[in-house]
């Protein structure tokens, strides 16, 4: 009798026990949906402090802002169309000499010589950054005669380049490459000197060759800085080729601003300025879009 009486007592509890538990079952998906929120709020406000998404050619908006507000200011009557022709002007100037055949020739010259130039410029300051980053033997010899190099004007080796080279093709040559090889020594240099030692001391750890060490860990570490100075370097060999060009030159776009200076033709150094700004533009774009493609492992503000 006394287990009988027992057992009804204990079957009671358990559904008293099973309803106390279920508001503990009911409050857990809340407590994690509170949860949930206030993670997706805090991303939110993480995300928040980022530039956002890029715009599709969004470099593209000032230089279209800026062309909008010259041509305004030339319909409006604003600029001496003497010092500054109106937008349209310049076009049909370009045009003319397109048709004529002359703006091709320059165009091509001018190529030429930044090609060369900067193929010049880009190889010495790739080798030249390796051997100086890797070494300390390299970086004794280079580094300070690189910097040095750096502190002396460039155009001021003009006259001394013309003694050495001639007034020739091969001086206009090197002093574009030179003008390209220092900002590629420089930012590589800088981004190899900047590699944690961590690093290295984990390649050691793992038995990595000279050569594995180099691939694996150096020429990654170092290509963020590698493609900051080729921009530079890409810059900066058009920078030269406009002063270089109006020296004992026979054609290029130098040439062509230089004849219509003596001429007073504004819009045809405007013609040249733009055709140098628009190849600076493009050339930095693809640069862009090659460090982008390379660099698709990083995570930056940019991407």
């Known amino acids: ?34 949860e949930g929120g206030a993670r997706m709020r805090r991303r939110r406000r993480r995300r928040g402090l980022a530039p956002g998404k890029p715009w599709p ?6 230089p279209l802002l800026l062309i ?14 003497g010092a500054i022709p109106a937008p349209w002007t310049v076009v049909r100037t370009g ?4 048709t004529d055949g002359t703006l091709t020739t320059d165009i091509l010259t001018s190529l030429e010589r930044a090609a060369y130039g900067f193929a010049i410029g880009l190889t010495a300051g790739v080798v030249l950054a390796l051997a100086s980053g890797l070494t300390r033997t390299g970086e004794a010899l280079i580094d300070g ?10 155009l001021g080796l003009i006259p001394l380049f013309i003694l050495w080279l001639g007034i020739g093709e091969t ?19 800088a981004a190899l000197a900047g590699i944690d030692s961590r690093f290295v001391e984990l390649a050691e750890v793992q038995g990595l060759s000279k050569v594995r060490f180099i691939r694996q860990i150096v020429i990654p570490g170092a290509l963020p800085g590698f493609f900051v100075g080729l921009r ?10 406009v002063v270089l060009e109006q020296i004992n030159a026979t054609s290029g776009l130098g040439y062509m601003m230089f004849q219509a200076t003596n ?6 150094i405007l013609v040249g300025l733009l055709i140098y700004g628009v190849f600076g533009l493009l050339s930095d774009t693809a640069v862009r879009l090659v460090e982008r493609r390379v660099l698709s492992w990083r995570r930056t503000l940019s991407s």
Not at 57 to 62: D, M
Not at 95 to 98: D, E
Not at 145 to 154: G, K, S
Not at 263 to 268: E, K, L, N, P, W
């Open 1 to 34: 009798m006394t287990t009988s009486a027992s057992t009804p007592t204990s079957t009671a509890a358990a559904p008293t026990s099973a309803v106390a538990a279920a508001p503990a079952v009911a409050t857990a998906p809340v407590a994690a949906a509170g």
């Open 57 to 62: 050619a969004s470099r593209l908006v000032g």
């Open 68 to 81: 909008a507000a010259w041509a305004a200011a030339s319909a409006a009557g604003r600029l001496d169309t």
């Open 95 to 98: 045009v003319h000499l397109w």
């Open 145 to 154: 005669t690189v910097q040095l190099n750096r502190a002396i004007p460039t």
């Open 171 to 189: 001086f206009k040559v090197a002093i574009i490459a030179i003008v390209v090889y220092i900002p590629i020594y420089l930012n590589t240099h």
């Open 232 to 241: 530079l370097g890409v810059t900066g060999s058009w920078l030269g080729l």
């Open 263 to 268: 001429y007073g033709q504004s819009d045809v």
